[in-house]
């Protein structure tokens, strides 16, 4: 028995480049959701500081606990890693706050706000 040659030589080896470039673009696809993810775990993170900075804040305008009300809600933030952006009271009791959280990559800043104040 003799081997024949087949006429379709130059397709040799075409399996190979196309599970290499369905690799390379599942490989993309999967980065991308990564970092997607990350963007949602560090926008929570950011939220989180700005809601327990803001109640933090809300308890020492009411008098709740000594110091400052900014003062404490940035010591609060700072302890959840997050910096404050904005801080202000409102109306005596009420307290406004803004926090950024800086991504790990330098692609941007998550920030979360937070509003607290006495039970209504």
Do not use: Y
């Amino acid at each position: 028995m003799k081997w024949v040659r087949p006429e379709n030589q130059h397709e040799r080896g075409a399996g190979t480049v196309l599970g290499l470039a369905l690799g390379a673009v599942v490989t993309a696809l999967l980065l991308g959701l990564l970092l997607l993810a990350q963007a949602g775990v560090m926008a929570s993170r950011a939220a989180s500081a700005a809601d327990l900075a803001a109640l933090a804040a809300a308890d020492a305008a009411r008098g709740l606990t000594p110091g400052d009300p900014c003062a404490v809600a940035s010591e609060v933030a700072g302890k959840h890693a997050a910096k404050i952006t904005s801080c202000t009271v409102v109306g005596g009791d009420v307290v406004e706050v803004g926090t950024e959280l800086a991504q790990p990559f330098q692609w941007g800043v998550a920030t979360g706000r937070a509003r607290a104040g006495p039970p209504p």
